[in-house]
DNA sequence: GCAAAAACGAGAATGGTTCTCATGTCACTG
DNA sequence: CAGTGACATGAGAACCATTCTCGTTTTTGC
Protein backbone atom coordinates (compact mmCIF):
# COMPACT_ATOMS: atom_id res chain seq x y z
CA UNK A 1 0.00 0.00 0.00
CA UNK A 2 1.98 2.77 -1.33
CA UNK A 3 0.72 6.03 -1.41
CA UNK A 4 2.24 8.22 -4.37
CA UNK A 5 3.59 11.21 -2.42
CA UNK A 6 6.48 11.80 -5.33
CA UNK A 7 3.80 11.72 -7.92
CA UNK A 8 1.74 14.04 -5.68
CA UNK A 9 4.51 16.69 -4.74
CA UNK A 10 3.85 19.90 -6.65
CA UNK A 11 6.62 21.69 -5.87
CA UNK A 12 9.34 20.38 -4.31
CA UNK A 13 10.68 23.37 -4.16
CA UNK A 14 11.22 23.87 -0.41
CA UNK A 15 12.03 27.56 1.30
CA UNK A 16 14.99 27.20 3.51
CA UNK A 17 12.21 27.00 6.80
CA UNK A 18 10.69 24.47 4.83
CA UNK A 19 13.58 22.32 4.54
CA UNK A 20 15.37 23.35 8.14
CA UNK A 21 11.76 21.52 9.34
CA UNK A 22 11.35 18.76 7.38
CA UNK A 23 15.24 17.93 7.82
CA UNK A 24 13.88 17.93 11.69
CA UNK A 25 11.68 15.74 11.35
CA UNK A 26 13.78 12.84 9.37
CA UNK A 27 16.81 13.39 12.26
CA UNK A 28 13.95 12.88 14.65
CA UNK A 29 13.47 8.87 15.47
CA UNK A 30 10.28 9.60 16.80
CA UNK A 31 6.66 11.64 15.87
CA UNK A 32 6.64 15.21 16.60
CA UNK A 33 4.30 17.80 17.72
CA UNK A 34 4.14 21.03 16.95
CA UNK A 35 5.21 22.25 20.09
CA UNK A 36 7.86 19.52 20.03
CA UNK A 37 9.24 20.92 16.63
CA UNK A 38 8.94 24.48 17.94
CA UNK A 39 10.72 24.11 21.22
CA UNK A 40 13.50 22.12 19.61
CA UNK A 41 13.82 24.96 16.47
CA UNK A 42 13.73 27.15 19.50
CA UNK A 43 17.54 26.43 20.05
CA UNK A 44 18.61 26.28 16.68
CA UNK A 45 20.75 28.80 15.01
CA UNK A 46 17.82 29.97 12.88
CA UNK A 47 14.89 29.66 15.36
CA UNK A 48 11.50 29.33 14.32
CA UNK A 49 8.19 30.99 16.18
CA UNK A 50 5.29 28.62 16.55
CA UNK A 51 3.11 30.51 13.99
CA UNK A 52 5.40 29.30 11.06
CA UNK A 53 5.88 25.96 12.63
CA UNK A 54 2.29 25.20 11.82
CA UNK A 55 2.11 27.23 8.88
CA UNK A 56 4.92 25.01 7.20
CA UNK A 57 3.74 21.81 8.38
CA UNK A 58 0.72 22.36 6.99
CA UNK A 59 2.24 23.16 3.24
CA UNK A 60 4.40 19.82 4.03
CA UNK A 61 1.45 18.37 4.71
CA UNK A 62 -0.85 19.41 1.63
CA UNK A 63 2.37 18.47 -0.69
CA UNK A 64 2.26 14.62 0.54
CA UNK A 65 6.11 15.42 2.21
CA UNK A 66 4.68 15.16 6.17
CA UNK A 67 1.88 12.95 7.43
CA UNK A 68 -0.01 13.47 10.44
CA UNK A 69 -2.27 11.62 12.84
CA UNK A 70 -4.22 12.80 16.45
CA UNK A 71 -3.48 10.95 19.62
CA UNK A 72 -6.76 10.52 21.57
CA UNK A 73 -5.86 13.59 23.68
CA UNK A 74 -5.48 15.68 20.47
CA UNK A 75 -2.84 16.06 19.93
CA UNK A 76 -1.05 15.97 16.52
CA UNK A 77 1.83 14.51 15.67
CA UNK A 78 4.27 14.84 12.27
CA UNK A 79 6.75 12.54 10.46
CA UNK A 80 7.74 12.20 6.89
CA UNK A 81 5.60 10.19 5.09
CA UNK A 82 8.96 8.55 3.62
CA UNK A 83 8.58 6.48 6.95
CA UNK A 84 5.52 3.95 6.58
CA UNK A 85 5.00 3.66 10.34
CA UNK A 86 1.74 2.25 12.20
CA UNK A 87 0.59 2.08 15.44
CA UNK A 88 -1.51 0.71 18.16
CA UNK A 89 -3.05 3.77 20.53
CA UNK A 90 -4.58 2.94 24.02
CA UNK A 91 -7.51 4.59 24.55
CA UNK A 92 -7.24 4.38 27.53
CA UNK A 93 -3.72 6.43 28.76
CA UNK A 94 -3.35 7.36 24.97
CA UNK A 95 0.18 5.73 24.56
CA UNK A 96 1.32 4.71 21.22
CA UNK A 97 3.45 1.70 19.55
CA UNK A 98 4.96 1.45 16.99
CA UNK A 99 4.22 -2.07 15.20
CA UNK A 100 7.38 -3.83 13.69
CA UNK A 101 5.98 -3.98 9.80
CA UNK A 102 3.15 -2.29 7.50
CA UNK A 103 0.37 -4.15 8.84
CA UNK A 104 -1.40 -3.91 5.58
CA UNK A 105 0.06 -6.47 4.55
CA UNK A 106 -0.82 -8.73 7.08
CA UNK A 107 -4.01 -7.92 7.64
CA UNK A 108 -5.08 -10.64 10.18
CA UNK A 109 -2.90 -9.48 12.94
CA UNK A 110 -1.06 -12.72 14.82
CA UNK A 111 -1.54 -12.46 18.36
CA UNK A 112 1.69 -12.44 19.02
CA UNK A 113 2.35 -8.74 17.51
CA UNK A 114 -0.59 -7.97 19.48
CA UNK A 115 1.53 -8.72 22.43
CA UNK A 116 -0.91 -7.81 25.06
CA UNK A 117 -2.53 -5.05 23.25
CA UNK A 118 -6.51 -5.43 22.56
CA UNK A 119 -7.55 -3.66 19.70
CA UNK A 120 -11.07 -2.27 19.73
CA UNK A 121 -11.28 -0.59 16.38
CA UNK A 122 -9.04 0.63 13.86
CA UNK A 123 -9.45 3.59 11.77
CA UNK A 124 -8.11 3.73 7.69
CA UNK A 125 -8.19 7.07 6.78
CA UNK A 126 -6.65 8.68 3.27
CA UNK A 127 -5.54 12.07 2.90
CA UNK A 128 -5.18 13.93 0.21
CA UNK A 129 -6.68 16.68 -2.30
CA UNK A 130 -10.47 16.24 -3.03
CA UNK A 131 -10.93 17.43 -6.72
CA UNK A 132 -12.66 20.86 -5.75
CA UNK A 133 -8.98 22.05 -4.43
CA UNK A 134 -7.06 20.66 -6.75
CA UNK A 135 -8.74 22.55 -9.60
CA UNK A 136 -8.35 25.76 -7.75
CA UNK A 137 -4.93 25.03 -7.17
CA UNK A 138 -4.04 24.97 -10.28
CA UNK A 139 -6.02 27.98 -11.42
CA UNK A 140 -4.04 30.24 -9.25
CA UNK B 1 -10.60 -6.53 8.79
CA UNK B 2 -12.56 -7.29 11.87
CA UNK B 3 -11.51 -5.83 14.81
CA UNK B 4 -13.08 -8.00 17.64
CA UNK B 5 -15.23 -5.64 19.38
CA UNK B 6 -17.64 -7.87 20.74
CA UNK B 7 -15.44 -9.90 22.60
CA UNK B 8 -13.40 -6.84 23.81
CA UNK B 9 -16.14 -5.76 25.02
CA UNK B 10 -16.46 -5.95 28.42
CA UNK B 11 -19.76 -4.89 29.88
CA UNK B 12 -22.20 -4.19 27.81
CA UNK B 13 -24.60 -3.35 30.49
CA UNK B 14 -25.11 0.60 29.40
CA UNK B 15 -26.98 3.12 31.62
CA UNK B 16 -29.35 5.13 30.20
CA UNK B 17 -27.40 7.81 29.50
CA UNK B 18 -25.29 5.66 27.24
CA UNK B 19 -28.29 4.55 25.32
CA UNK B 20 -29.25 7.24 24.34
CA UNK B 21 -26.35 8.83 23.11
CA UNK B 22 -24.88 5.18 21.34
CA UNK B 23 -28.81 5.47 19.51
CA UNK B 24 -28.19 8.78 18.91
CA UNK B 25 -24.46 7.71 16.98
CA UNK B 26 -26.41 4.47 15.55
CA UNK B 27 -29.59 6.70 14.25
CA UNK B 28 -27.32 9.09 12.51
CA UNK B 29 -26.48 8.78 8.54
CA UNK B 30 -22.99 10.96 9.31
CA UNK B 31 -20.39 11.03 11.94
CA UNK B 32 -21.03 13.26 14.59
CA UNK B 33 -18.87 15.55 16.77
CA UNK B 34 -19.05 16.04 20.35
CA UNK B 35 -20.78 19.20 19.82
CA UNK B 36 -23.29 18.04 17.23
CA UNK B 37 -24.39 15.06 20.11
CA UNK B 38 -24.90 17.64 22.37
CA UNK B 39 -26.89 19.96 20.49
CA UNK B 40 -28.78 16.91 19.02
CA UNK B 41 -29.32 15.72 22.53
CA UNK B 42 -30.45 19.25 23.94
CA UNK B 43 -33.84 18.94 22.31
CA UNK B 44 -34.49 15.77 23.62
CA UNK B 45 -36.96 14.89 26.27
CA UNK B 46 -34.21 14.28 28.52
CA UNK B 47 -31.16 16.66 27.77
CA UNK B 48 -27.43 15.56 27.81
CA UNK B 49 -24.73 17.95 29.32
CA UNK B 50 -21.64 18.93 27.01
CA UNK B 51 -19.26 17.35 29.93
CA UNK B 52 -21.68 14.12 29.79
CA UNK B 53 -21.71 13.82 26.43
CA UNK B 54 -17.94 13.47 26.78
CA UNK B 55 -17.74 11.47 28.95
CA UNK B 56 -19.29 8.59 28.28
CA UNK B 57 -18.35 8.90 24.11
CA UNK B 58 -14.54 8.30 25.78
CA UNK B 59 -16.42 5.20 28.10
CA UNK B 60 -18.05 4.12 24.62
CA UNK B 61 -14.73 4.17 22.88
CA UNK B 62 -12.77 2.55 25.38
CA UNK B 63 -15.03 -0.81 25.10
CA UNK B 64 -15.45 -0.06 21.43
CA UNK B 65 -18.94 0.75 20.70
CA UNK B 66 -17.72 4.27 19.32
CA UNK B 67 -14.88 4.91 17.33
CA UNK B 68 -13.25 8.42 16.57
CA UNK B 69 -11.39 10.01 13.86
CA UNK B 70 -9.70 13.59 13.50
CA UNK B 71 -10.73 15.69 10.76
CA UNK B 72 -7.46 18.04 10.04
CA UNK B 73 -9.34 20.69 11.95
CA UNK B 74 -8.63 18.97 14.88
CA UNK B 75 -12.25 18.37 15.66
CA UNK B 76 -13.12 14.35 16.23
CA UNK B 77 -15.64 12.39 14.67
CA UNK B 78 -17.72 9.83 16.14
CA UNK B 79 -19.78 6.74 14.72
CA UNK B 80 -20.59 3.82 16.26
CA UNK B 81 -18.14 0.48 15.55
CA UNK B 82 -21.02 -1.29 13.81
CA UNK B 83 -20.14 0.70 10.84
CA UNK B 84 -17.10 0.19 8.96
CA UNK B 85 -16.43 3.17 7.12
CA UNK B 86 -13.83 4.48 5.80
CA UNK B 87 -13.07 7.91 4.22
CA UNK B 88 -11.33 10.16 2.21
CA UNK B 89 -10.18 13.59 3.72
CA UNK B 90 -8.94 16.43 1.95
CA UNK B 91 -5.68 17.95 3.48
CA UNK B 92 -7.01 21.60 2.35
CA UNK B 93 -10.54 22.51 2.85
CA UNK B 94 -10.73 19.38 5.26
CA UNK B 95 -13.99 17.93 3.48
CA UNK B 96 -14.44 14.05 3.67
CA UNK B 97 -15.92 11.69 1.35
CA UNK B 98 -17.15 8.18 2.14
CA UNK B 99 -16.01 5.44 0.30
CA UNK B 100 -18.16 3.05 -1.17
CA UNK B 101 -17.02 -0.21 0.56
CA UNK B 102 -14.47 -0.76 2.82
CA UNK B 103 -10.72 -0.31 1.14
CA UNK B 104 -8.81 -2.69 3.00
CA UNK B 105 -9.72 -5.55 0.76
CA UNK B 106 -9.02 -3.84 -2.70
CA UNK B 107 -5.77 -2.20 -1.33
CA UNK B 108 -4.86 -0.94 -4.68
CA UNK B 109 -7.07 1.70 -5.10
CA UNK B 110 -8.47 1.50 -8.39
CA UNK B 111 -8.61 4.99 -10.04
CA UNK B 112 -12.39 5.19 -10.68
CA UNK B 113 -12.77 5.02 -7.38
CA UNK B 114 -10.59 8.22 -6.08
CA UNK B 115 -12.95 9.68 -8.87
CA UNK B 116 -10.34 12.89 -9.08
CA UNK B 117 -9.48 12.58 -5.59
CA UNK B 118 -5.28 12.63 -5.32
CA UNK B 119 -4.13 10.85 -1.98
CA UNK B 120 -0.79 12.36 -0.72
CA UNK B 121 -0.70 9.77 2.23
CA UNK B 122 -2.76 7.61 4.55
CA UNK B 123 -3.23 7.09 7.84
CA UNK B 124 -3.98 3.60 9.83
CA UNK B 125 -4.35 3.00 13.39
CA UNK B 126 -5.80 0.68 15.83
CA UNK B 127 -7.48 1.71 19.05
CA UNK B 128 -7.91 -0.71 21.92
CA UNK B 129 -5.96 -1.20 25.89
CA UNK B 130 -2.48 -1.75 26.29
CA UNK B 131 -1.47 -4.59 28.35
CA UNK B 132 -0.67 -2.12 31.48
CA UNK B 133 -4.20 -0.43 31.15
CA UNK B 134 -6.18 -3.76 30.56
CA UNK B 135 -4.39 -5.05 33.94
CA UNK B 136 -5.37 -2.13 35.58
CA UNK B 137 -8.84 -2.13 35.01
CA UNK B 138 -9.13 -5.69 35.73
CA UNK B 139 -7.66 -5.13 39.02
CA UNK B 140 -9.94 -2.32 39.85
C1' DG C 1 -36.73 5.44 54.07
C1' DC C 2 -31.82 6.63 54.48
C1' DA C 3 -27.15 7.13 53.90
C1' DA C 4 -23.33 6.40 50.75
C1' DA C 5 -21.93 6.40 46.13
C1' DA C 6 -22.33 7.60 41.61
C1' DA C 7 -24.03 10.53 37.86
C1' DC C 8 -24.96 14.96 36.30
C1' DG C 9 -24.29 19.65 34.27
C1' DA C 10 -23.21 24.77 34.33
C1' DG C 11 -19.55 27.26 33.90
C1' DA C 12 -14.60 27.91 34.38
C1' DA C 13 -10.15 26.35 32.95
C1' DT C 14 -7.04 24.23 29.72
C1' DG C 15 -4.17 24.01 25.86
C1' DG C 16 -3.14 23.08 21.10
C1' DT C 17 -3.77 25.54 16.98
C1' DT C 18 -4.86 29.55 14.19
C1' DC C 19 -5.21 34.45 13.39
C1' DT C 20 -3.66 39.34 13.43
C1' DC C 21 -0.76 42.61 12.25
C1' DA C 22 3.43 45.16 12.71
C1' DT C 23 8.03 44.28 11.32
C1' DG C 24 11.79 42.10 8.64
C1' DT C 25 13.71 40.23 4.39
C1' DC C 26 14.63 39.95 -0.30
C1' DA C 27 14.65 40.58 -5.25
C1' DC C 28 14.15 43.91 -8.54
C1' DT C 29 14.15 48.64 -10.66
C1' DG C 30 15.69 53.00 -12.08
C1' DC D 1 22.36 52.83 -3.68
C1' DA D 2 17.32 54.41 -2.16
C1' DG D 3 12.72 52.95 -3.49
C1' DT D 4 9.18 49.62 -3.87
C1' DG D 5 6.24 45.85 -3.64
C1' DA D 6 5.58 41.07 -2.49
C1' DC D 7 6.27 37.83 0.66
C1' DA D 8 7.93 35.70 5.15
C1' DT D 9 8.11 35.96 10.01
C1' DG D 10 6.77 35.77 14.95
C1' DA D 11 4.80 37.71 19.43
C1' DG D 12 0.82 37.67 21.35
C1' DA D 13 -4.16 37.56 21.14
C1' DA D 14 -8.03 34.92 19.81
C1' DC D 15 -10.37 30.70 19.08
C1' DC D 16 -12.68 26.65 20.31
C1' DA D 17 -13.11 21.75 21.25
C1' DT D 18 -12.42 19.34 25.20
C1' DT D 19 -11.69 18.62 30.12
C1' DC D 20 -12.09 19.88 34.88
C1' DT D 21 -14.46 21.58 39.13
C1' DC D 22 -17.67 21.27 42.29
C1' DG D 23 -22.20 21.78 44.11
C1' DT D 24 -26.56 19.40 43.15
C1' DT D 25 -29.39 15.51 41.87
C1' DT D 26 -30.23 10.72 41.19
C1' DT D 27 -29.44 6.00 41.99
C1' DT D 28 -28.01 2.07 44.71
C1' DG D 29 -27.68 -1.01 48.61
C1' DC D 30 -29.68 -2.26 52.69
Redesign the pocket.
Same mark, same amino acid.
Given at each position: MNTPATEARVDPRL?? $?QDQLLQALQAATTEL???DLHALLRRSST??????V?R?L $?QLQQWGLVRCRHLPS???LFAPTERDDHHLTCVDCGSTRRLPHCPVHDLELPRGELDGFLPLFHTLEFYGLCPACRQRQAAQ
Open positions: TA $RSGQPMGLATYH $RGEA
